[in-house]
């Protein structure tokens, strides 16, 4: 069975730290990733996915995962925070065909704070 | 483009009634998902379907019906509510086989008192 651990519930950055929110994952097969993220009140929005590709990734707004099979994990990164990142991140996982015919394994997600 | 959306975006119902949550896209969408978001769990299935007159069960079936006769609309009713089902639930939908990404609408908040 497919599982995903977010570490850390929250994390706080500074604006214009780097942002990295982690990510691990477990698959018997070889797993289709993403990234969403979530802004107060809203639905999900996709910022990236991992399909077997390049093993880093460029998404949305300036945020990028990298695959990295040897430590099951895909983290993602953004050199500079900025005030609308605060948001809250999923990180999920589809085996099979890759999330579009299969329901996503998400992790419990990270807050994202951004100090100014 | 009107997307997915879901209706009603804000319900408040009783133990025991009788709750149908709706979700509808125009994109002709062969999958659709229904999920629900509770604090410290993330986003759970609840059930999907392929096409229509076709669903599955997800990780948390019990307590929820689905049906989907038609392939725009994909309605989850919730046949005695509970308190334990006080949740925000989120329909979500996919061209399916190779189609990879899912989208999703933005979400019912019910409350079950």
């Known amino acids: 069975a497919q599982s995903v651990t977010q570490l850390g519930s929250h994390v706080s950055v500074s604006e214009g730290a780097l942002v990295l929110l982690r990510c691990n994952y477990s698959s018997s097969v070889p797993p289709y990733l993403f990234w969403y993220v979530q802004y107060p009140n809203q639905g999900l929005q996709l910022l990236l996915k991992?399909?077997?590709?390049?093993?880093l990734v460029k998404g949305i707004n300036g945020f990028e995962a990298e695959f990295k099979k040897s430590e099951t994990s895909f983290h993602l990164t953004k050199p500079s925070a900025h005030m609308s990142d605060a948001a809250e991140y999923f990180c999920a996982v589809s085996e099979g065909s890759g999330g579009g015919a299969d329901g996503l394994t998400f992790g419990k997600g990270t807050h994202l704070i951004i100090q100014p | 483009d009107a997307g997915i959306t879901q209706s009603p975006r804000y319900k408040i119902t009783e133990t025991g009634r009788q709750v149908t949550l709706m979700c509808h896209q125009t994109w002709s969408h062969s999958y659709m998902f229904w999920y629900r978001q509770d604090l410290g769990h993330g986003l759970r299935l609840i059930y999907y379907s392929a096409a229509a007159d076709i669903t599955d069960k997800g990780e948390v079936p019990d307590g929820y019906v689905v049906s989907r006769s038609k392939t725009e609309n994909f309605p989850l009713t919730l046949e005695s509510a509970t308190r334990s089902q006080t949740s925000v639930y989120f329909c979500a939908s996919s061209g399916g086989q190779g189609a990879v990404i899912q989208y999703f609408g933005a979400g019912t908040r019910l409350s079950v008192l």
């Open positions: 991992y399909t077997s590709a390049a093993t």
